[in-house]
């Protein structure tokens, strides 16, 4: 079955600090990765995707995201963190086989909390 | 260029009621996907409308049911409601029948408690 998991439910880093946000996926074929954003009361705003090419893809806000096919990981980063980052951040899959093929399959959400 | 838009923003409603969710797409975009997001947890597909069909459909009952209009719009309803059903319901719009390589856009959502 396909799946996406984000091991660590909360991420606490300084405001100036690097930060990584780690997602591992498991799907049938040539994923088709994304990471979205949410902030509270708000809906999930997208940051970036990997579909195919350069395995270091940059997104939105400064964040960037590293694919490696052997450890089947697709981990988010930003070299600099800062407060206003801390949000609930989504790693997602597309859905590549059975009955909502297209769709999105996603990890539980990593808290991230940026202190000053 | 207006984005995602879902109404209500807010909803109460008690067990063995029936609602009622709208969605109006990113302009532009013919697809409305619709993911339920239970407190704590990440977003799960219910159902896929394209070209005014269900076209998808996740592990969700037949009591979550939807519909599509000819402007791309689209409808939620959930009949015989749950506590379990308590939840943020978040609408997603795309192109192609979610086959495009762009990304699916969200709107913020309407978050239904059950009482």
Known sequence: ?116 | DAGVTQSPTHLIKTRGQQVTLRCSPKSGHDTVSWYQQALGQGPQFIFQYYEEEERQRGNFPDRFSGHQFPNYSSELNVNALLLGDSALYLCASSLRGGYSNQPQHFGDGTRLSIL
């Not at chain 1, 300084?14 to 049938?28: D, F, H």
């Not at chain 1, 809906?43 to 089947?72: H, M, P, R």
Request: charged share 15%; glycine share 10%.
């Open chain 1, 1 to 116: 079955a396909q799946s996406v998991a984000q091991p660590e439910d909360q991420v606490n880093v300084a405001e100036g600090n690097p930060l990584t946000v780690k997602c591992t996926y498991s799907v049938s074929g040539n994923p088709y990765l994304f990471w979205y954003v949410q902030y509270p009361n708000r809906g999930l705003q997208f940051l970036l995707k990997y579909i195919t090419g350069d395995n270091l893809v940059k997104g939105s806000y400064g964040f960037e995201a590293e694919f490696n096919k052997s450890q089947t990981s697709f981990h988010l980063k930003k070299p600099s963190a800062l407060v206003s980052d801390s949000a609930l951040y989504f790693c997602a899959v597309r859905d590549m086989e059975g009955g909502s093929q297209g769709n999105l399959i996603f990890g539980k959400g990593t808290k991230l909390s940026v202190k000053p």
